[in-house]
């Protein structure tokens, strides 16, 4: 029962498919699943958006239509994962997530820019996920800047270290 970087969509919902647009994506979440040694079962922990968003844990439903890619990270998220108490309960940063419109605008002219609206009290789902590996010291994590993170870029930050791994094994 290993950690693993979780990535999801809801083709229905009208945010989850502006990020995908934005981001030219296929998704539009991530999350971290975890095997929680209290409840003795797979959870979720996540900065979900809607009503009264925040960072929170859920128990993981493996079966939910939504999830579209599971990864098992190449190295440990543990020490991020003990920091990450700090974290739940903080409010999901609606206005950080509206920022990386601008974030995004930056990439497609080429242009590095800061997310002009994120707040240091509050976290959308690939900027929890990027500080846990931040806070992990996972290799090659120092290059996430958390607050311009979206989950596109976490994902093809895990299929690049898949394809160096299954490089350097040939």
């Known amino acids: 029962m290993s950690t693993r970087i979780g990535f999801s969509t809801d083709p229905k919902n009208f945010v989850s498919r502006v990020i995908r647009w934005f981001t030219k994506s296929t998704v539009s979440h991530c999350f971290v699943v975890y095997y929680d040694t209290e409840w003795k079962r797979d959870m ?73 609206w994120h707040s240091s009290k509050a976290m959308f789902c690939s900027e929890l996920v990027a500080q846990v590996l931040i806070d992990s010291k996972y290799p090659g994590a120092m290059q996430l800047d958390p607050p311009t993170t979206d989950p596109e870029l976490l994902l093809k930050f895990f299929e690049k270290e898949a394809e160096a791994s299954s490089t350097d094994a040939t």
């Open 44 to 116: 979720v922990l996540e900065s979900e958006g809607g009503l009264g968003g925040s960072v929170r844990i859920v128990k993981f439903d493996p079966d939910s239509p939504y999830i579209v890619k599971l990864i098992t990270p190449r190295h440990s998220i543990e020490e991020g994962m003990d920091r990450v108490v700090d974290y739940l309960g903080d409010v999901y940063d609606y206005g950080g997530l509206l920022g990386m419109a601008w974030v995004i605008l930056g990439r497609w002219l080429k242009k590095k820019w800061a997310n002009p």
